[in-house]
């Protein structure tokens, strides 16, 4: 039996390789227009880096690390994300001496041991990049300047949400506000907000559960408890931001996955993903340089996931070339079969699928192959036994998950529904 790779790793093939490199060469035209060098950083390092800086209230800290003990006994960890790593060099070469203000990126794999789905993998790559030694607002919009240029000469178009975590003078009373605000609908949340009620209240009002989400309708906002500081700084980022011509929404449910933040934090996000819509996201950590062992200097950042990059960038050749991609191909076997599927592949392409299949009935093993070489996404096989049990099987080409469907009562409406599915 073969090796497959790991759940949630994924190889680049050739074909691919060509959007990863337009992407990375058009990221540091755009970084270095902007005056950021580039940094490389460990994929290793010292599990208290992360545990200290990302928080260990975090599902990342919590559970999504992949940390081993290395044969001298030391805990070690695989990057999660790459700002700790860049902060720590930053302090370990002392790097603030040389430039009072220092731009850095970095671009390379993160690890996390999420549960993978479209857009999310447990190996995936990021273009992230942090601005050190100043506190200045109008350089968080040039930080957010600089995301949503990369973005548009992709021809990639996002939305961009806005916040402000305030900070350690005035977010404590507004925990206190939540904290209290939650214990009134104690019993009343899910399992997971229930525990963070305790251990991190603020990431509850990013929860996506549509039960808890009516409850905090009327949960109070971070921005009507900043101190006047706060409140200052993040009226000039908007003002800094409409100066640009930058549209953003302001969400103050924005709370991010990560403790370090505070003051301004923003996510770009499509719909175009599914569950995941974040396709870049980053925010202020003015006192995680400090809490590393550094001088006490600000800074903000961002990251991009470039596997999100990638599938919008296929989505939107495909939405504008004829190629030859197929939706769905149906697999047919024998007389029976095949007199259902000709119908069906007609429905199918009147129900807006690209759809096809191989009239001619060979055998499954080439029809399989027909569907490979026609880039289907789904393959739809009706075979005898199958057809025996009236139902029919879908399988997703590229998960190789399968599953059974029940064969039409009535066409059309079979058809839309599967549309409606698959598209
Ligand atoms: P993050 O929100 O955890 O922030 O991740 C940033 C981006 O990385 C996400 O918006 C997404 O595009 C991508 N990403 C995250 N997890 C995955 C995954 N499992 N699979 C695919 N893509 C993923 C950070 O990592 C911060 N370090 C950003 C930052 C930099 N803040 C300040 N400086």
């Not at 928080?55 to 001298?72: L, P």
């Not at 149906?330 to 069906?344: K, V």
Request: glycine residues 8%; proline residues 5%; charged residues 25%.
């Amino acid at each position: 039996m073969s090796i497959t790779a790991l759940k949630g790793f994924k190889d680049i093939l050739p074909d691919e390789v060509g959007l990863w490199q337009l992407i990375e060469a058009t990221a540091r035209d755009i970084f270095h227009r902007f005056g950021f060098a580039e940094i490389k950083v460990p994929i290793l390092e010292k599990t208290e880096l992360f545990a200290r800086s990302i928080g260990e209230a975090t599902d990342i800290v919590e559970k999504e690390m992949y940390s081993f003990t290395d044969r001298n006994g030391e805990s070690i960890t695989m990057r999660p994300e790459g700002t700790a790593a860049v902060l720590r060099a930053f302090i370990e070469h002392s790097l603030h001496a040389k430039l009072p203000v220092q731009k850095l990126y970095t671009v390379g794999p993160m690890f996390r041991h999420e549960r993978p789905q479209k857009g999310r993998l447990r190996q995936f790559h990021q273009l992230s990049c942090e601005v050190l030694g100043s506190e200045l607002p109008r350089l968080d919009a040039e930080v957010i300047a600089m995301a949503w240029l990369l973005l548009n000469e992709l021809g990639i178009s996002v939305r961009l949400e806005i916040n402000s975590l305030g900070c350690p003078q005035c977010r404590p009373r507004f925990k206190e506000t939540l904290v209290q605000f939650l214990a009134d609908r104690a019993g009343k949340l899910c399992d997971d907000c229930e525990r963070r009620r305790n251990t991190n209240p603020l990431r509850v009002l990013d929860c996506k559960s549509s039960h808890c989400q009516e409850q905090y309708v009327a949960a109070p906002s971070i921005l009507d408890h900043l101190c006047p500081e706060c409140s200052g700084h993040f009226a000039i980022v908007k003002e800094s931001l409409s100066a640009l011509a930058i549209p953003f929404r302001v969400n103050s449910f924005m709370v991010r996955g990560l403790d370090y933040y505070n003051r301004t934090t923003f996510e770009l996000v499509t719909d175009a993903l599914g569950a995941q819509s974040a396709v870049g996201a980053g925010g202020r950590y003015d006192g995680l340089i400090e809490q590393l062992g550094g001088p006490p200097l600000p800074g903000i950042g961002f990251a991009m996931g470039m596997e999100r990059l990638v599938l919008l960038l296929q989505q939107q050749a495909g939405d504008t070339s004829n190629g030859p991609a197929t939706d769905l191909f149906i697999a047919a076997l024998g007389e029976e079969a095949q007199q259902l599927a000709f119908p069906l592949l007609h429905g199918l392409r009147r129900a807006g699928l690209k759809a096809n299949m191989d009239l001619e009935g060979r055998s499954l093993k080439s029809q399989m192959k027909q569907a490979g070489r026609a880039d289907a996404a789904f393959t739809l096989i009706l075979g005898e036994d199958e057809m025996s049990r009236k139902v029919a099987v879908l399988r997703d080409m590229s998960s190789r998950e399968q599953e059974e469907i029940a064969l039409p009562t009535e066409l059309d409406p079979w058809c839309q529904e599967l549309a409606r599915r698959i598209r």
